[in-house]
């Protein structure tokens, strides 16, 4: 398994894999637009695992800075998918894994996330790899 950063040519097979992810295709053009705004951010993270040159998982992951306390940056995790048939394979531990580092690098004091609640799966692969909901409650408003 090989994770690199996402590039336009990997684009159609993103495509596929939020569609199994979330059942709504993904606009190609709006999604190389997006791509290129987040690849001239050296705050975004966007990375992809390859099996045999098939991208089989994404993740994203974003430095935001703090105004509270030493003002430490955080990491946001967001876009996790990782193809049905990779599953149990170690993708998302090795996904998870490199923006850890990435935030590490950045000197982020935590990361964060929000999971579907319906996602019960998930959230045992968050929990197996250090992330906690006690004490916490995510919350997200949808504005368009």
Known sequence: MKIAKITKNDLPQLSTLFMEFIGIK??????????????ANPNYSVLGAKIDGDLVGSAMGIICFDLVGECQPFMVIENVVVAEHARGKGVGKALVSALESEASKAHSHYIMLVSSASRVDAHGFYKSQGYDTDGFRGFKKYIV
């Open 26 to 39: 993904s606009n190609l053009d709006k999604m190389s637009s997006s791509l290129d705004v987040i690849m």
